[in-house]
Structures are given as structure tokens and as C-alpha cells.
T-cell receptor
Framework: GAVVSQHPSRVICKSGTSVKIECRSL??????MFWYRQFPKKSLMLMAT?????????EQGVEKDKFLINHASLTLSTLTVTSAHPEDSSFYIC??????????????FGNGTRLTVT | AQSVAQPEDQVNVAEGNPLTVKCTYS??????LFWYVQYPNRGLQFLLK??????LVKGSYGFEAEFNKSQTSFHLKKPSALVSDSALYFC??????????????FGSGTRLSIRP
């Protein structure tokens, strides 16, 4: 089945540094990938839609200069949390849908990245 | 505005008993509905979906869901719960636009706990 690989699974960084999270579709092409943030009370918040070869579309309230998204190829999207602060600590999840398939096919999710900013 | 509601934060069921996790939606037009499951520190896994056709949809791990248009509901069910079913369950809806870039709206999640 379709696999989405997300790396790293856990990262601890110091306040003020930047962290890059990678999301790869391993056996399919994805012109669109989605980045979510999951809060401790479990709700899943869509942060942005990553579009291959163009700018990401950010949801209202998400700072695009804070959360930089790059989708340089059909199989890779990256999320960079810039100048991280403790309040950015969270579980970040990416997802993708096979672009060549049915648009109603389900999303495939990465295993998430636990970011802790100290 | 399009939305998905999961009214229960937590559902507790004894192993072997039937379980139901509730979901209602508000979407203009005919929605595409999904259920996903999340195990601790993992991403979401697809369980089942309703696009069109039979209102009763069968999915992975013995789960099924019933689409009820009049009640705008898509409750997840399983006839006999297993302890291994304990996880976080998300209902999701995708507005019918036909585009693969259309975003999916997730409910707030329901934690299912199955006691032995």
C-alpha cells in the first residue's frame, strides 16, 4: 500500500533554532501534501496545503514565515519551524494523496514528528 | 461553514460488546466521509470511507459505518470490540469538489477505550 515517510520521528531543539521535518511519499507521486499540527487534547489542525512547484496555502492564523513549507518535488515536502519557541512544541503530521489516482482516495499519513523546544 | 462533530471525547466499552463512535457533519452537497484511527505517537490510518452507494460501509479490522443522510451522521460501529481497538478515532469529511487538492476536515477525535 501507499506509504508516507516522515522524518525525524522525534526532535528536541533549543529555543531560537530552526527544525526541518521531511515528508516523503515512497511509492506514489503527490502534487499536494498537507501539514497538520496535533495538540495535546488530540484535535488535528490543518496548518497548510503544500503544492508541488508553487507556494503553499496556509490556513488562517498560521504564520507562513514561521512555518516554511517547500514542496520541491512530487515526492517530498518539508516543513521548517523557524526560530522555534517552547509553544511550538507539538506533534506534527503530514499527509498525501496519490495524484494519479481517484481524488476521493484516502489520505496517507506519515507517523508524525514530536517536536520539543527547550 | 463545513464542519464535522464528534460529540464524545471518550467512549468506554467492555471487550466483546458492540461499540459505536458517533459523527455528524455539516457539508453542502453530497459529502465524502472517512474514518481514521490513530495509535499513540503515530500518524492516522485509514479505516473506511463513504463516497456513494450502499449506506453501510465496511472497512478494516471489522469496523463498519452507516451513512444517514437525513440525520447527517456517519457513526462508526463494530459488533464485538477488542482490547486492541483502543485508540483515537477521527471522523473526516471532504466537500465534493473533485479536486485531489481539496482539504479534508477532521472531527475533534474520540478516544475509544476497551476494557478486558
Amino acid at each position: 500500500g501507499a506509504v508516507v515517510s516522515q522524518h525525524p520521528s522525534r526532535v528536541i531543539c533549543k529555543s531560537g533554532t530552526s527544525v526541518k521535518i521531511e515528508c516523503r511519499s515512497l511509492d506514489f507521486q503527490a502534487t499536494t501534501m498537507f501539514w497538520y499540527r496535533q495538540f495535546p487534547k488530540k484535535s488535528l489542525m490543518l496548518m497548510a496545503t503544500s503544492n508541488e512547484g508553487s507556494k503553499a496555502t496556509y490556513e488562517q492564523g498560521v504564520e507562513k514565515d514561521k512555518f516554511l513549507i517547500n514542496h520541491a518535488s512530487l515526492t517530498l515536502s518539508t516543513l521548517t519551524v523557524t526560530s522555534a519557541h517552547p509553544e511550538d512544541s507539538s506533534f506534527y503530521i503530514c499527509s498525501a494523496r496519490d495524484s494519479s489516482g481517484n481524488p476521493n482516495s484516502p489520505l496517507h499519513f506519515g507517523n508524525g514528528t514530536r517536536l520539543t523546544v527547550t | 461553514a463545513q464542519s464535522v462533530a464528534q460529540p464524545e471525547d471518550q467512549v468506554n466499552v467492555a471487550e466483546g460488546n458492540p461499540l459505536t463512535v458517533k459523527c455528524t457533519y455539516s457539508v453542502s452537497g453530497n459529502p465524502y466521509l472517512f474514518w481514521y484511527v490513530q495509535y499513540p505517537n503515530r500518524g492516522l490510518q485509514f479505516l473506511l470511507k463513504y463516497i456513494t452507494g450502499d449506506n453501510l460501509v465496511k472497512g478494516s479490522y471489522g469496523f463498519e459505518a452507516e451513512f444517514n443522510k437525513s440525520q447527517t451522521s456517519f457513526h462508526l460501529k463494530k459488533p464485538s470490540a477488542l482490547v486492541s481497538d483502543s485508540a483515537l478515532y477521527f471522523c473526516a469529511v471532504r466537500p465534493p469538489s473533485g479536486s485531489s487538492a481539496s482539504k479534508i476536515i477532521f472531527g475533534s477525535g474520540t478516544r475509544l477505550s476497551i476494557r478486558p
